[in-house]
């Protein structure tokens, strides 16, 4: 089994900064990237920003300058938001794409999802 965990969301006034964090453990025999998707209420998950095992990053347009993302190690990745604004409010999915030993199989998977909330 493969399980990715989210921690940081929260509350924050506009301006203000939150640190995402998420961690993969379980079977795992190689990571290929790591990335966080966002879904605000009734819009569809989009891509907030990505970064594969080579450390190449893309990210949406609208967090371009605020948002970065990063790898410490090679199963955690983390999002480091600034400047936030309220249209950023969402939940925050964390999707990593990995190779599992006990699948022997590479597949898409998804953290339950933490609440980001901007507002005053």
């Known amino acids: 089994q493969v399980q990715l965990v989210e921690s940081g969301g929260g509350l924050v006034h506009p301006g203000g900064s939150l640190r995402l964090s998420c961690a993969a453990s379980?079977?795992?025999?190689?990571?290929?990237?790591m990335g966080w998707y966002r879904q605000a209420p009734g819009k569809q998950r989009e891509l907030v920003a990505r970064?594969?095992?080579?450390?190449?990053t893309n990210y949406a347009d609208s967090v371009k300058g605020r948002f970065t993302i990063s790898r410490d190690n090679a199963k955690t990745v983390d999002l480091q938001m600034n400047s936030l604004k309220p249209e950023d409010t969402a939940v925050y999915y964390c999707?990593?794409?990995?190779?599992?030993?006990?699948?022997?199989?590479?597949?898409?998977?998804w953290g339950q999802g933490t609440q980001v909330t901007v507002s005053s």
């Open positions: 999707n990593a794409d990995i190779y599992s030993r006990s699948t022997m199989s590479r597949n898409n998977y």
């Open positions: 970064i594969t095992s080579g450390s190449r």
């Open positions: 379980g079977s795992i025999s190689s990571i290929y990237a």
